[in-house]
């Protein structure tokens, strides 16, 4: 069987896979949406922790904000416990469609084409978009942005408005707005939208060097969505978002965090929110505290995000150094004695398709497709498993380098002497091949540290990811920067010094 067909049939396992991940022939799959959730115990929620003060991330690494607070009233109305999951904003379709969160409470927006694939509940907030520009910029007026380059958040409101005027402007899309912001104060675009509440949290941070245009570029109604299909879940939404807004909760809840954002003294605070009794005003304070603790100290965050991203380097480069040993063996072994072609088939196949796609597509492949369709949800299990296979592929080729390396009239002297080929590889071939790939092999150790920093876009909190927290809720671009670079330079730089030294023994 050649490389051609193996690829063939690498091609049909996986459609094989997607279309047994869609199709559930269970007898759960006929059983109550909301009957199950109340059968796991918990309600699965996934946000993106990036927009404060809907949903952030504080610095004890909880999600809080306005959007959990609603949830956690939800869970409640549904008897029960909350889970809430943070993954980029652009996934939070994904995890809803293969099954991994319940709802996505996110300040989404309703659009034609996210209702192919959602329910969406009743709208229970009102928001509008507003657009920033630099201070000494000569943009005041709406006609002063045309040709201009407009920031957004991809797929959000702002992205889909100005995309559908980019004959006007030109739009340029970003993750977060904490990174359409810091575009901006380098003036590398010539304004930002955002919403109203994100402007205000922009206006008021410490590198504030912005002005807020006297225009709502569009307004927006957020809504919660739910697996398609799933009215039952949607009904008790709604339920809770009505009575939420009859009882004057909700409003409680927006004015909390909106006090919050628009750093209002604490006399503002209750002439604005008069109706709030004694506990919602302790509760108020409780979190203005945290909030602030949170934009001044994220320590153990970034102490978590760390010990994670170690703690993956690890655990990757042994399974990498595990598969890569297998796969280049088996490819020498193949070449030097002409049998078993079938692997050297399979040895260039895994090289080939692991060295020929981008990591981050493997790893949405991992936790969206293979761990999804075995109901496992665990994001480390799918970073571990993604970055140990995609490191194995280069390992295999830096080890089989190593073994090339050394005179092949060594190998075919000690077989000409009695030994076997598995002797003559394990004494002879293999301590020189290790001691000849070392250098290389600690290479790959430190570039497999940082290509994990892109782990955040499953959610799972990182070193880098922790810094993009950072600056989502402070809008500094510097210090989160500054930090997250310094903690990934020292570690390179003791590791190099280490590997020197096992290098010279």
Known sequence: MNLKKF???FVFIFLLTIFFKNFDFSSEALENYVEKIKKSSEIKVVTNAEFFPFEF????GKIKGIDIDISEKIAEKIGVKLKVDSVSFDSILIEIENGSSNLAIAALTSTP????NLEFSDPYFKSTQKILANKNSNINTLEDLAGKKLGVQLGTTSDSYCSSKEKTWEVVRFSSPAEAAMSLSSSNIDAVVVDNFTAD??????ENSFKKLGYDLTDEEYVIGAPKGETGLIKIVNETIKNLKESGELKKIVDKYKKIATKENSAENSNDSSSSDNDSNNNTNNSTSNVSNSN??????ILDGFKNTIILTVCSILIGIVLGAISSMLRVYSEDTGKSRILLVLSNLYTTVIRGTPVVIQLFIMYHVVLSFLKISDKFLAAILAFGINSGAYVSEIIRSGIRSVDKGQLEASRSLGLSYKISMINIVMPQAIKNILPTLMSEFISLLKETSIVGVIGLIDLTRAGDIMRSI???AFTPLFITASIYLLVVVVLTRIFSLVEKN
């Open 7 to 9: 690829s063939f049939f």
């Open 57 to 60: 991330v504080d610095s004890d």
């Open 113 to 116: 084409e996210r209702a192919k």
């Open 201 to 206: 949290g922009l206006m008021n941070s410490k």
């Open 296 to 301: 001044n100290n994220y320590t153990g965050l």
């Open 474 to 476: 402070t809008y500094e």
